[in-house]
């Protein structure tokens, strides 16, 4: 039973040596952890040089710290990130976050930091991962309009119509473990080789383990047993992190 973790935070973990070794028990092949802002970007890095080829790294500016960011402070963290990324496996979590903003111009921020972002993983040649609450409309036409290449939705709550046009484009999701009928029908309708698995821990999941638990929605949205399901989202975030292919470790 190995799975990858595509999308959690280890840097919220009190004891990342214990979480990695627990994750591993439970049989996770590799965990990805995401920054959201330069502290915990730089933390997944760290953690990505302790447990080599096992743990990889996001970098990134999620949308919500963005958006209080003063415009100096964004260029440069900006620059940081251009830095960070020689060692990271994506960019994230980048995106749109609706939910928050109640000041004129915060949107408008969010929209600047995350059109950069997807600039910047061109540039860098990595994949992008993308929060977009409440915000899926934007987001994807924001991926389709750059023409980004390679993307995967984390948490996507949008409509299984919206989720059909970012797979038409070659963009895949992470599934989390908490269920909704929404998303066992985006589930149901998107292509396997486009899906794939994160606990999205310490918030959606407890740890890296509940990826079993998306695994099982998986299995019973697509119909197939546990075991392809974990077999195909595994292969799945090898080829979209481009893991072990030498890239990840520098
Ligand atoms: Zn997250």
């Not at 995967?152 to 963009?171: D, K, N, V, Y």
């Not at 994160?198 to 929605?217: H, V």
Request: charged share 25%.
């Amino acid at each position: 039973m190995h799975f990858i973790d595509a999308h959690c935070h280890l840097d919220r973990f009190p004891d990342i040596p214990s979480a990695a070794r627990q994750a591993r028990e439970a049989g996770a092949k590799s965990v990805v952890s995401s920054g959201y802002d330069l502290p915990s970007s730089l933390a997944s890095l760290e953690a990505a040089r302790e447990f080599p080829g096992f743990i990889h790294a996001c970098v990134g500016l999620a949308p919500t710290t963005a958006m209080g960011m003063p415009e100096q402070e964004l260029l440069e963290t900006l620059a940081q990130l251009k830095t960070l990324a020689r060692n990271a496996v994506a960019i994230g979590e980048i995106g749109l976050d609706y939910h928050w903003p109640s000041k004129a111009g915060e949107i408008d921020a969010q929209k600047k930091s995350f059109s950069a972002q997807l600039d910047l993983a061109m540039e860098a040649g990595l994949p992008a991962v993308i929060h977009s609450r409440k915000a899926e409309e934007d987001a994807i036409r924001m991926l389709l309009e750059k023409g980004v290449r390679k993307a995967a939705l984390h948490f996507f709550s949008g409509t299984p119509a919206q989720a059909e046009r970012a797979a038409a484009a070659g963009h895949l999701f992470t599934v989390p473990p908490i269920r909704s009928k929404t998303r066992a029908e985006t589930v149901s309708r998107i292509p396997l080789d486009l899906l794939l698995l994160e606990s999205d821990a310490p918030y959606a999941g407890k740890t890296p383990a509940d990826c079993l638990k998306s695994a099982e929605f998986v299995a019973e949205a697509k119909g197939i047993s546990i075991h392809e399901a974990l077999k195909a989202t595994t292969e799945n975030a090898k080829r979209f992190f481009s893991l072990g292919s030498g890239k990840e470790s520098d």
